[in-house]
């Protein structure tokens, strides 16, 4: 009699690495088709920082400036009302993310065979997609109001800038989403995280109008580096927002010094907030 050897063979078991490589664009997707589930929840958030941007804009342009400097002062504002929408969006996305958990199907993905980092990155994505559609309109909105943009290379300052100051609201907003109990209470807190600071970022007026330790205070604030990078980015007289954070002559030395500042800030606020997530997932 002959005995037989069987080859022990693999398992027909997925690797736990194959989802997790594809559950980033799926989570992506996710959230967006819960954010944006009809052309009204794109538009809505937008509606505010447009109407700033072609009403409040050229009426304070109209006020406060010769009709020489009334389109670089157009200009000037309108950029500020993207340090307005970007803050608002990624905390309204919060704000989704907290409902989901209380209500939605977040239970479900806590068990599901991926990364529980890949959920925060989905939701991060998401965001920062839906964020750009809104810019792009908002910039396009203010240029056919009188807004005049320079197109150059420079314009990567503007994106970097954009992107990264993304990141550190939307982190933010994953922790309020933790930390607040409720959506009332997280909901509360959206004044004093995306509405205050910005009215001492140079948003309006130069961190230079400010008292000095006001202006000093103004100048640790993501913001107020995101806002300098806006207008280094895209219009020509955009060193001097630079100048009135760091007083050097170099723009070039001083924008990667306000890069540098904002991907500090988007390191450290994106990781607070994962191992916040991970860990009360966990426990």
């Not at 000093?216 to 980015?233: I, Q, S, W």
């Not at 991907?263 to 991970?278: E, I, K, N, S």
């Amino acid at each position: 009699m002959t005995t037989a050897t069987l080859t022990p063979t693999r398992p027909l078991v997925a690797s736990a690495a194959t989802p997790r490589v594809r559950a980033l664009p799926v989570l992506t997707a996710r959230r967006l088709a819960l954010t944006v589930r009809s052309p009204r929840a794109l538009l809505v958030p937008l509606l505010g920082p447009v109407m700033f941007a072609m009403v409040v804009a050229p009426a304070l342009a109209n006020t406060v400036s010769s009709p020489a400097g009334h389109a670089r002062y157009m200009t000037f504002v309108s950029l500020a009302t993207a340090g307005l929408l970007i803050p608002l969006n990624c905390l309204l996305f919060g704000l989704g993310v907290l409902v989901d958990r209380r209500s939605g199907a977040m239970r479900e993905l806590l068990v599901a065979p991926i990364r529980r980092q890949s959920i925060v990155l989905g939701n991060l994505v998401a965001a920062l997609a839906v964020t750009a559609l809104q810019i792009a309109v908002l910039i396009g909105a203010a240029a056919l109001r009188g807004a005049t943009f320079v197109t150059s290379s420079r314009v990567l300052w503007f994106l970097a800038g954009g992107a990264l100051l993304v990141v550190v609201m939307y982190s933010l907003a994953e922790v309020l989403s933790i930390r607040l109990g409720s959506p009332e209470e997280y909901t509360g807190s959206l004044p004093v995280f995306a509405i205050v600071p910005f009215f001492f970022a140079g948003s309006l007026y130069p961190i230079t109008s400010l008292p000095h330790w006001l202006a000093d205070a103004a100048k640790v604030l993501p913001l107020t580096h995101a806002l300098a990078l806006f207008r280094y980015g895209l219009t020509t007289q955009g060193g001097q927002a630079l100048h009135n954070i760091w007083g050097m002559t170099n723009d070039t030395a001083m924008a990667l010094l306000s890069l540098a500042v904002l991907a500090a800030y988007a390191v450290a606020a994106l990781a607070g907030a994962v191992r916040l997530f991970t860990k009360t997932c966990t426990s």
